[in-house]
């Protein structure tokens, strides 16, 4: 529940990390604003093996190209996050997954996206990343994570919400 979330700066990028018990919100009052855009909600979905967990770096000629960062992407009109995750790790890594918790959520300052984090699980699980999204992909170590450069701002507010 909204009530419940806890807003925590996490670094100079200014990237916010908000833990909810209850649902995402699609908006959430501190961010209106005269002339500001709508959310928009995005996925992203943490899959580990071991003491690793899979990212991927972005392809070039999107956003943020070259940039390491969890799988995951945006949720379309219509469908919610639990099949969002599910729909975009298969889309751009070929797998499938199975949620089995949602984490929290994640949004960027100075960004109109939120992004609900999702604990899956891999039904299947032999990666055939989408070049057009993906550049490569990699089973990190745990304590390796945050030297992967370069990284988007978020992945240090999903670090903390996994607590690494």
Same mark, same amino acid.
């Given at each position: 529940?909204?009530?419940?979330?806890? #807003?925590?700066?996490?670094?100079?990028?200014?990237?916010?990390?908000? %833990?909810?018990?209850?649902?995402?919100?699609?908006?959430?009052?501190?961010?209106?604003?005269?002339?500001?855009?709508?959310?928009?909600?995005?996925?992203?979905?943490?899959?580990?093996?071991?003491?690793?967990?899979?990212?991927?770096? %972005?392809?070039?000629?999107?956003?943020?190209?070259?940039?390491?960062?969890?799988?995951?992407?945006?949720?379309?009109?219509?469908?919610?996050?639990?099949?969002?995750?599910? #729909?975009?790790?298969?889309?751009?890594?070929?797998? #499938?997954?199975?949620?089995?918790?949602?984490?929290?959520?994640?949004?960027?300052?100075?960004?109109?996206?939120?992004?609900?984090?999702?604990?899956? %699980?891999?039904?299947?699980?032999?990666?055939?990343?989408? !070049?057009?999204?993906? !550049?490569?992909?990699?089973?990190?170590?745990?304590?390796?994570? %945050?030297?992967?450069?370069?990284?988007? !701002?978020?992945?240090?507010?999903?670090?903390?919400?996994?607590?690494?």
């Amino acid at each position: 529940m909204e009530s419940q979330a806890t #807003r925590r700066e996490i670094d100079s990028r200014r990237v916010f990390f908000f %833990r909810a018990a209850g649902s995402m919100s699609n908006h959430h009052p501190e961010w209106a604003g005269a002339g500001r855009k709508r959310v928009r909600r995005g996925v992203i979905g943490v899959l580990r093996a071991d003491d690793a967990l899979l990212m991927v770096q %972005r392809a070039a000629g999107i956003a943020k190209g070259g940039f390491w960062c969890f799988p995951g992407g945006h949720v379309e009109t219509g469908e919610t996050p639990r099949i969002a995750v599910v #729909r975009e790790l298969h889309e751009e890594l070929g797998i #499938r997954v199975e949620p089995e918790r949602r984490l929290g959520s994640v949004r960027v300052h100075d960004s109109r996206h939120v992004l609900a984090v999702w604990q899956v %699980r891999c039904a299947a699980c032999v990666v055939q990343p989408a !070049a057009a999204e993906i !550049a490569d992909w990699k089973w990190v170590p745990i304590a390796e994570l %945050r030297s992967l450069l370069p990284s988007l !701002a978020s992945n240090e507010a999903v670090f903390q919400m996994l607590a690494l």
